[in-house]
């Protein structure tokens, strides 16, 4: 199935079809990721999902399940999830640690350096990332004759050595099993529709208006950071509220961390985060 980019072929599934169900399910897993954190209308609950997943990518990297790393940071990375700057901006400075170490592992720098490194350090069970093998094998078949130059009989035998190594370093990773999945497990993931690309950043619009962002990002540069308001306000319930922009008079209440009574403030029509804010500390005040 390594052979000649047989997964490139009109007939892919039937020269290649283990190679194409590996496709398809890394994209099944990455949609899956994807649509769970956008199921979720309450800010407060997608971070907590965006931070479960994050969390999952690191127990993965422990495991040497690398493919999953890629899975969920092809998730993370996408349009509809990557947009979601006020979902992001409540993680911690350690979860963004945790998620940048994922990104770093599989950087493009030098040819995939700190993957491939880290590959050669796993010792199986390790579940590498198969599009990085396909890669590899299509740049050594693009880039090398079948036969020596000059003749039709004389085989390349050096390219075949170049596209055995390959295989044979993948094979060699996959020569112990982790311990089989649960079949509801399975069947779950199976049967479960996800949101195709268009109906994710659709939603993620929905969410996560481009107005709202583009707010967003000039409060950032007002302060020289996004504002983390995790510290001052219980789990997520000012996100929720006060960084969106309201169209009628409101009236809200927050709990601070340690008050011990909830403080009601009144919104007015269009406020914007910042002026949502100075209400807010006006009220402590008061």
Known sequence: EFLRLSWTKKDAKKKASNIIATINHFNKVAEFI???????E??????????????????????????????????????SISRLKRTWSGLTQKQME????????????RNFFKYRERLKSSPPPCNPYLGLVLTDLTFIEEGNQDYVSGSTTLINFSKCVLVSDVIREFEAHLSESYPPSLPSV??????YRGFNDKESYDISLDLEPRSASAAWDREEQEI????????????????????????????IQIQLLGA???????????????????????????
């Not at 997943?53 to 690398?66: A, D, K, S």
């Not at 945790?98 to 720098?109: D, F, G, I, N, R």
């Not at 399975?186 to 049967?191: G, P, Q, R, S």
């Open 34 to 40: 994807r649509t769970e954190i956008l199921v979720e």
């Open 42 to 79: 309450n800010i407060k609950l997608r971070t907590e999902k965006l931070v479960k997943f994050i969390e999952l990518g690191t127990l993965f990297m422990g495991m040497n399940h690398l493919c999953g790393v890629w899975q969920i940071l092809a998730a993370l990375e996408s349009t």
């Open 98 to 109: 945790m998620y940048e170490s994922l990104k770093a592992l599989v950087s493009t720098e």
């Open 260 to 286: 011990p009574t909830p403080i009601l403030a009144r919104l007015p029509p269009s406020c914007t985060s910042k002026q949502a804010l100075q209400i807010f500390e006006r009220s402590m005040v008061g």
């Open 224 to 251: 020289g950071h996004q504002p983390d308001y995790g510290q001052r306000v219980a789990a997520g319930q000012e996100k929720e509220t006060i960084l969106n922009f309201v169209a009628e008079p409101i009236t």
């Open 186 to 191: 399975k069947t779950y993931l199976t049967d």
